[in-house]
């Protein structure tokens, strides 16, 4: 008699997670769409040369305007071309999650497939944040002031239709390469939500809403200014606490106790001005081109050094574990703002894992097959192959005011 058991089904199986994998790493993409993939021995398929330690980008100069009439009786000069060269170093990223058996004896759950989906996901922000780091640690910069003195009370710090045109005047000044939409060259503008709110609340941006399509302002919809299409995403970078101080500063550090994920409270070492400001910053202060990827916001809630607060993560907690002595700051955020185009940033990926990274398993292990484990891997990258092809902008934020 023949029987159905998950081996003769395991390739249903293996989809089935593999499926949730998928739809997890696709969810969420932001910076990933200033990237252009470039030609690599990676995507040819039947040599699998392999991907390579490094890509050069090769640019050549432009030839120069000519000045010179013809002679009638010398002939004429030729022009010498220069070239320069850029070089991208692919890395390699990898997540991985392992329970025993009596957990899937146990759980009510479907934890497999959730699994997966989470696997996913994990795979999407790490990779992402690769793109992220390419996008915003470019040398091109446009601020009111130094990152450290970035004000929430200052106006001319704020994000604003004002600013978006500076931008626009220099990204098409260094002359960014376009993507063309209905006929026109478009850029891409990549910012938080509480940047946005200054945007869309001011003065002349309400007056257009108001006067020629009031239903922007009940959607709060804004899709375009100047030749930039404006992508709004609580998934862009902040980077939490490196503006100016409050003026009723909290400045301590996580005390006592590591803090884990989904924790909705933890000890501070001081209480003093706690509870002030819109956020806290749980990580360390970024400055210059350094980035922190497990920093994160969180809103005081309750309490003095034992606090209570509002997070982040699915059930209202942190998103990260954090170690005991990491900051804890309530000094004004700085929202980067990219400026740029599919073709700012290029990316490389091997295709024996794919865009999205590979998943791996489920796999058993031990003795008596009692553990299982499910992994993604990727190797690739992405990198600036030109500083006039990104602009990044540093704003703060009047909600924090």
Same mark, same amino acid.
């Given at each position: 008699m023949a029987i159905q058991t998950t081996s003769n089904l395991s /390739? $249903?199986?293996g989809t089935r997670y593999l499926q949730r994998y998928v739809q997890g790493a696709k969810v969420k993409r932001l910076y990933d769409q200033l990237a252009m993939p470039i030609s690599a021995p990676?995507? =040819?398929l039947e040599q699998r040369r392999g991907m390579g330690s490094s890509y050069t980008v090769p640019f050549l100069s432009e030839m120069s305007p000519e000045t010179t009439t013809i002679s009638e009786t010398l002939d004429i000069d030729p022009q010498i071309l220069r070239d320069a060269a850029s070089t991208i170093t692919p890395t390699s990223r990898r997540g991985a999650l392992e329970w025993s058996e009596l957990v899937d004896l146990e759980a009510f759950t479907d934890y497999v497939a959730a699994r997966a989906?989470?696997?996913?996901?994990?795979?999407?922000?790490?990779? =992402? /944040?690769?793109?992220?780091?390419?996008?915003?640690?470019?040398?091109?910069?446009?601020?009111?002031?130094?990152r450290a003195s970035l004000d929430a009370g200052t106006a001319g710090h704020l994000w604003s239709s004002d600013a978006?045109?500076?931008?626009?005047?220099?990204?098409?000044?260094? @002359?960014?390469?376009?993507?063309?939409?209905?006929?026109?060259?478009?850029?891409i503008a990549i910012a938080h939500p509480d940047t946005y709110f200054d945007l869309i609340v001011s003065g002349d941006v309400n007056s257009v809403i108001l006067y020629q399509d009031k239903e922007l302002l009940f959607g709060s919809e804004l899709g375009q200014i100047g030749n930039f299409k404006l992508v709004i995403s609580p998934w862009a970078k902040v980077f939490g606490?490196? *503006?100016? =101080?409050?003026?009723?500063n909290a400045a301590t550090t996580l005390s006592d106790t590591a803090a884990n994920a989904l924790d909705t409270t933890a000890t501070v070492a001081s209480s003093t001005n706690i509870n002030v400001g819109r956020y806290l910053t749980v990580g360390t202060e970024?400055?210059?081109?350094?980035h922190y990827d497990e920093n994160e916001l969180i809103n005081w809630s309750s309490g003095t050094t034992t606090i209570t607060f509002r997070g982040q993560s699915t059930n209202g907690g942190f998103r990260f574990d954090h170690a005991d *002595?990491?900051?804890? @700051? /309530? $000094?004004? /955020?700085v929202y980067p703002v990219v400026y740029g185009s599919p073709e700012s940033l290029v990316k490389v990926f $091997?295709?024996?894992? *794919?865009?999205? *990274?590979?998943?791996?398993?489920?796999?058993?292990?031990?003795?008596? =097959?009692?553990?299982?484990?499910?992994?993604?891997?990727?190797?690739g990258g992405y990198g600036r192959v030109a500083e006039n092809r990104v602009l990044r902008g540093e704003y703060a934020a009047s909600l924090q005011a």
């Amino acid at each position: 008699m023949a029987i159905q058991t998950t081996s003769n089904l395991s /390739n $249903a199986i293996g989809t089935r997670y593999l499926q949730r994998y998928v739809q997890g790493a696709k969810v969420k993409r932001l910076y990933d769409q200033l990237a252009m993939p470039i030609s690599a021995p990676q995507f =040819d398929l039947e040599q699998r040369r392999g991907m390579g330690s490094s890509y050069t980008v090769p640019f050549l100069s432009e030839m120069s305007p000519e000045t010179t009439t013809i002679s009638e009786t010398l002939d004429i000069d030729p022009q010498i071309l220069r070239d320069a060269a850029s070089t991208i170093t692919p890395t390699s990223r990898r997540g991985a999650l392992e329970w025993s058996e009596l957990v899937d004896l146990e759980a009510f759950t479907d934890y497999v497939a959730a699994r997966a989906e989470i696997l996913g996901m994990n795979a999407m922000e790490t990779i =992402d /944040n690769l793109a992220r780091a390419a996008a915003l640690q470019g040398t091109a910069v446009l601020r009111g002031a130094a990152r450290a003195s970035l004000d929430a009370g200052t106006a001319g710090h704020l994000w604003s239709s004002d600013a978006i045109l500076s931008a626009q005047a220099m990204i098409q000044t260094m @002359r960014c390469p376009p993507f063309m939409a209905n006929g026109r060259p478009q850029y891409i503008a990549i910012a938080h939500p509480d940047t946005y709110f200054d945007l869309i609340v001011s003065g002349d941006v309400n007056s257009v809403i108001l006067y020629q399509d009031k239903e922007l302002l009940f959607g709060s919809e804004l899709g375009q200014i100047g030749n930039f299409k404006l992508v709004i995403s609580p998934w862009a970078k902040v980077f939490g606490a490196a *503006g100016a =101080d409050n003026a009723s500063n909290a400045a301590t550090t996580l005390s006592d106790t590591a803090a884990n994920a989904l924790d909705t409270t933890a000890t501070v070492a001081s209480s003093t001005n706690i509870n002030v400001g819109r956020y806290l910053t749980v990580g360390t202060e970024e400055t210059g081109d350094t980035h922190y990827d497990e920093n994160e916001l969180i809103n005081w809630s309750s309490g003095t050094t034992t606090i209570t607060f509002r997070g982040q993560s699915t059930n209202g907690g942190f998103r990260f574990d954090h170690a005991d *002595g990491e900051a804890v @700051r /309530n $000094a004004d /955020n700085v929202y980067p703002v990219v400026y740029g185009s599919p073709e700012s940033l290029v990316k490389v990926f $091997a295709e024996e894992v *794919g865009e999205f *990274g590979e998943f791996v398993g489920p796999k058993k292990s031990g003795r008596a =097959d009692q553990f299982t484990t499910a992994s993604w891997k990727f190797y690739g990258g992405y990198g600036r192959v030109a500083e006039n092809r990104v602009l990044r902008g540093e704003y703060a934020a009047s909600l924090q005011a």
